[in-house]
C-alpha cells in the first residue's frame, strides 16, 4: 500500500490540511508507504501563465517545506515509511535552470516525479489543466484539441529524453492529463502512436509511471491518469507502475484507488495471446 503522489499545506492551490492530517488518514486507509511532492518551485524567469500564479510553492518556502516533512517523516517513522519529495515540472526552454534545482535539492530528496503542466506555444507559454475555461483558451491557441494533445505528448516525450542532471526525477507524472476535460473537449484523433512511443521511452530509460487517480474523481474525466489500457502496455513492457492519489487536501487520499486496482488486477488476469 504506497502512494506516491500527495501534495500538502505548502501548495498554495491546495487546502491548509497539515501534514499530520494527511499521515493519518494514510495510516487509517492501510497505507505502508507514502511520498509528500509538492510542487517544487518555478525557474525564476518563468512566469506563471494562471491568473493568481499559484501553480507552485515559492523557492524561499522550500528550505521549511523539506524541514517539516522530514520532521513528520521522524515522528512516524515507527507507523508509516514517509518518502520526502518533490513533482518538478519539465519546462521546454528552463531545462539549466530546472537542473540547477535538482543538483541542489536532489540529495536531500527520497523520491520525485517530473509532470508537464505548461505547453509552449510561439513564445508564450499555457498551463493545460487549470480550468476547463483555460482550456478552452489553448484549444483555441493552439487550433485544435488534436494538436492541443499532440504537443502535451511531444513535451512529455521530451521530458523524458531530456538530460536534467544526476538527480532527475524517475518517474513520469500523470502521463495523460490532456485528458482531464475530455468530456467536453473530447480528442478525436487517436493518440495511441504517442501513447505507445511514451511508454517505449519510459522503458527505455528505466523510468517509472505515476497512475494517478486524480483523474478518476474530476467530473470532466473520470478516469485515471493514465487509463487502464495503457496501464496494461506499460505492464507488458514491464514498467514500474505507482499509485498516486494526487491528493491535494487528505480526503483525496486513495482517490481512485479502489477502481484502478480492479483494473489494474483484470489485466493480469487478462489471456495473453499465444
Given at each position: 500500500m504506497r502512494d506516491g503522489h500527495i501534495h500538502t499545506p505548502f501548495c498554495p492551490h491546495g487546502s491548509q490540511d497539515p501534514l499530520e492530517a494527511y499521515v493519518e488518514r494514510a495510516i487509517e486507509l492501510g497505507y505502508t508507504d507514502i511520498s509528500f511532492t509538492e510542487h517544487a518551485p518555478l525557474p525564476e524567469r518563468f512566469i506563471d501563465p494562471t491568473p493568481n500564479q499559484d501553480c507552485s510553492m515559492k523557492l524561499s518556502q522550500l528550505e521549511r517545506y523539506l524541514h517539516a516533512v522530514a520532521e513528520v517523516k521522524a515522528r512516524y517513522r515507527n507507523d508509516i515509511a514517509i518518502r520526502v519529495g518533490l513533482e518538478v515540472d519539465f519546462i521546454p526552454g528552463f531545462e539549466e535552470e530546472t537542473t540547477r534545482l535538482l543538483d541542489e535539492v536532489g540529495p536531500l530528496l527520497d523520491d520525485s516525479i517530473l509532470s508537464v503542466h505548461f505547453l509552449a506555444h510561439e513564445g508564450q507559454y499555457v498551463c493545460l489543466d487549470y480550468s476547463e475555461d483555460m482550456f478552452a483558451d489553448i484549444v483555441r491557441l493552439f487550433g485544435s484539441v488534436e494538436r492541443v494533445h499532440r504537443a502535451y505528448y511531444e513535451t512529455v516525450r521530451q521530458s523524458i529524453r531530456t538530460?536534467?542532471?544526476?538527480?532527475?526525477?524517475?518517474?513520469?507524472?500523470?502521463?495523460?492529463?490532456?485528458?482531464?476535460?475530455?468530456?467536453?473537449?473530447?480528442?478525436?484523433?487517436?493518440?495511441?502512436e504517442w501513447i505507445v512511443a511514451i511508454l517505449d521511452d519510459i522503458k527505455q530509460f528505466g523510468y517509472e509511471l505515476d497512475y494517478n487517480g486524480a483523474g478518476a474523481a474530476k467530473p470532466l474525466c473520470l478516469e485515471p491518469y493514465p487509463p487502464g489500457g495503457v496501464i496494461a502496455e506499460a505492464r507488458r513492457r514491464g514498467i514500474p507502475i505507482v499509485y498516486g492519489s494526487d491528493a491535494h487536501r487528505a480526503a483525496d487520499l486513495h482517490q481512485g484507488r479502489e477502481r484502478m486496482d480492479r483494473e489494474a488486477l483484470s489485466v493480469d488476469n487478462r489471456p495473453q495471446p499465444s
Open positions: 538530460e536534467l542532471g544526476r538527480y532527475k526525477p524517475r518517474r513520469i507524472g500523470h502521463m495523460t492529463l490532456v485528458r482531464k476535460f475530455q468530456r467536453r473537449f473530447p480528442c478525436l484523433e487517436p493518440m495511441d
